[in-house]
Each structure stands twice: as C-alpha cells, then as structure tokens.
C-alpha cells in the first residue's frame, strides 16, 4: 500500500497547492495563498506524529481500518452519531484502500486550507484586494500575513475528524450566502455537513443569518416577514435536533442547567480540567474565548495557544475600539451575521466547557467568522485613515493653492 500513500499524499498536497487557480485571485493574492498554503503543510506534518500518539484523529482512522462494511452499515442504521458518520466517510480511503494515518491527514489537511480559502474569499468580495491589508495595522503592527497564520486555527483545520470537516462546513457556509443563488450547492455541503457532525453549529449559523438579516434597516418589511416564516421553518426542527442530540427531553431553563453541569462534568476529567463552577457566567465566556492563557500554560502547547489567545485578546480590543457599533450598523448584512455567530457560539458554549483541550478546539468553529469581522474593522481603520488624509490634503489644498 506504500504506493498508494505516496500517490494519495502527493494528490492532496497538489490540489491543497493547486485550488488557488480555481478561483479569482490575483497575483499578489496568490502569493498569500502559497504562504497559507506552507504553513498548513508544515503545521500538518507537526500534527501528524502529536495525533498519531492518540486521540480522536487516531481512532477515526484506525477503528474503521479494523471494521468490516457489514458493521459500518449496522452502525448508521442503529445509532447513527457524528462518530459513525467520520467512520463511515473514513472507511473507504483508511479500510478499502487500506490508507495510512499520515496519508489522512493530509486528505483532511487539504479540506482545512480550503476553509481557509473560502476566508480569504469572503474577505475579498467585501473589500475587493487582500493585499490592502498590507498597508493596515493593529496597535502599530502589521497583520499581513500573520493574521492569517494562527497556528491554533491550522493545528485544528488540518486533523482527521470532525474538527476539520466543521470548520471546512462554517466557512463554505459563510462564502455560499454571499451568493446563494451562484453557490446553492456550496449551502446545501456546508449545512449538510454541519448537520450530521454538529448540529448545535448549523442551528447557531441559521439563528445568526436570520437575526442579521432581520436587524438590517435595509431588509424590505415583505422579506423580513418571509426570512421569519422560513427561518422558524427552519430553527424548530433544527431546535428539536439539537435537544435530541444533547439528550435534553424538553426546553427548559432547569434542563438546561441540568445539561450544562452534566456535560461540564463529563469534560473535566482531563488533566487540563478547569473548575468553572465557581464563576459568574461572563467569566466562563472570558474562558472559553481567551484561556488558556500563559498561567494556565503547562506545556510548549499550551504556550503557544496562550499567545495566540493574547493576540486574538488585542484583536477584538481593537474590533471594540474601532467604532465597532458604526460599523456592524453600515457594514454588509454578513458581518452582523459573523459577529452574532461569535457571540452566541461563545454563550451557548461557555457554561458546558471545563476542560481547555476541549475548549480550544470547540472555539474553532467560530474562528472563521471572528477572522472575518476582525479583517473587516481592519480594513474599516484603514478607510478611515485614507478619509481622514483626504480631507487634510483637501485643506491644504484650499490653503495653499498651486501658483
């Protein structure tokens, strides 16, 4: 099977390498899909032997190796979960082809850096060139490119397993409503994945789209009325799902809060385990955006993560500061709708996390939508100044007129 792991490997590399060419980017551009590009490759074949030692991305690719197709089938038909879903998409590739970890890792790798670029598209139809993000900066410090090269993002984008596929699903998902008419497909992927993996995300995403959209002063009343009938057409049964999969009978504060100590329990048994009981419900969502921080540091890790969830602490501090109200009120409906998702992802998650390892990978899912508001009041900075510089030269101009 060698062979087909060299070939299989060096596919995946080739088309994570290749996919720029598929969409409209320019020169420059490209350039800065090629350094996403390496550092993904680099961070995946890291990741590889960190995985390899155990944990999900190992056991979703080696149960299914050691799975006939008769018991794969009984599993979907008995208790079809989002485990038995990664089973069943790994069993051809790891049991039929007979495929070694490293070769699925980069298969994954290649879906993560495509979430990527779909970032980088979204980002491009709001602001036309990725490349002004050159000329910007965050308290005096440049972001381009290291905005985009989050390490914590990639180590979670390039893993086999549910975490990846998610976060492929958000971002395709965001792109796609940009133009749903061009990009119907890409909605029907994106929600089709989320809702066999994590349907709590695609109901978050639904809730988020919908409220953008009826908050905007833009939205004639007709399609507000429209967008409300269509999205409780959705949210209910979404809704039921998601109490279903979560294993609440019925919606109610009391087993709510019977499910959030449940699962908070259930998910400090790790040595990374957190005591949350204790903080008030603001202090848990600090938590689960920004800890682990470097107290909470016990391993090169956990370091690394600290200074990225510091990083990420700067960037939405400038987000606030940067006249973030003006801005979520003028900007495009989809920047409420990546801010909401921010925000309520953070407080559905917040009371049911108490373990950091599972914190930073959950908050994964939201990063596509917090990379795309922050680039966006970036770039709104950015407006701002060139405005601000107009308007000076414009009075000097008056001031002193050319002989």
Not at 144 to 155: Q, R, T, V
Request: charged share 15%; net charge positive; proline share 4%.
């Amino acid at each position: 099977m060698l062979l087909l792991d060299i070939l299989f490997s060096l596919l995946s590399i080739f088309a994570a390498f290749s996919i720029k060419y598929f969409y409209n980017f320019n020169r420059n551009e490209k350039k800065l899909v090629n350094i996403i590009f390496v550092f993904h490759t680099i961070v995946c074949i890291a990741a590889t032997p960190i995985l390899f030692e155990g944990g999900d991305a190992y056991g979703y690719w080696m149960i299914p190796k050691i799975m006939n197709w008769q018991e794969i089938l009984y599993l979907v038909q008995s208790n079809l979960n989002p485990t038995v879903i990664i089973n069943l998409i790994n069993y051809f590739p790891s049991n039929a082809l007979g495929l070694s970890f490293p070769t699925g890792m980069f298969m994954y790798s290649f879906f993560g850096l495509w979430g990527f670029v779909f970032i980088l598209l979204t980002v491009k139809h709001l602001v036309g060139d990725l490349t002004v993000f050159k000329k910007s900066k965050v308290f005096g410090v440049n972001v381009y490119p290291l905005i985009f090269l989050l390490p914590n993002m990639h180590f979670w984008s390039v893993g086999i397993g549910k975490d990846t596929l998610l976060f492929f699903a958000v971002s395709l998902f965001i792109y796609s409503v940009l133009n749903i008419k061009k990009r119907f497909l890409g909605l029907i992927v994106a929600s089709t994945i989320a809702f066999f993996i994590r349907p709590h995300m695609l109901l978050f995403l639904v809730a988020s789209f919908a409220l953008a959209y009826l908050l905007s002063s833009k939205t004639p009343l007709y399609q507000k009325i429209i967008l409300t009938g269509v999205s409780l057409a959705l949210f209910i049964p979404l809704l039921n799902v998601v109490l279903e999969f979560a294993k609440i009978e019925e919606l109610s504060l009391e087993n709510f809060m019977e499910f959030s100590a449940r699962r908070a329990t259930s998910l400090s048994v790790a040595g990374s385990g957190i005591d949350l009981s204790g903080l008030p419900y603001p202090l848990k969502v600090l938590t689960f955006l920004f800890r682990p921080l470097f107290f909470d540091a016990h391993n090169f890790f956990a370091y690394l993560v600290s200074f990225e969830n510091l990083i990420q602490i700067f960037l939405l501090v400038f987000f606030l500061k940067n006249r973030f109200l003006t801005l979520l009120k003028f900007s495009p409906v989809i920047i409420r709708a990546c801010f909401l998702f921010y925000i309520i992802g953070a407080l559905a998650f917040a009371p049911i996390m108490s373990n950091l390892g599972i914190i930073i990978r959950e908050k994964n899912m939201i990063m596509p939508a917090f990379l795309i508001f922050i680039l966006i009041s970036v770039y709104y900075k950015h407006l701002r100044k060139l405005n601000d510089l107009k308007i000076r030269e414009n009075i000097v101009d008056f001031h002193h007129p050319d002989p």
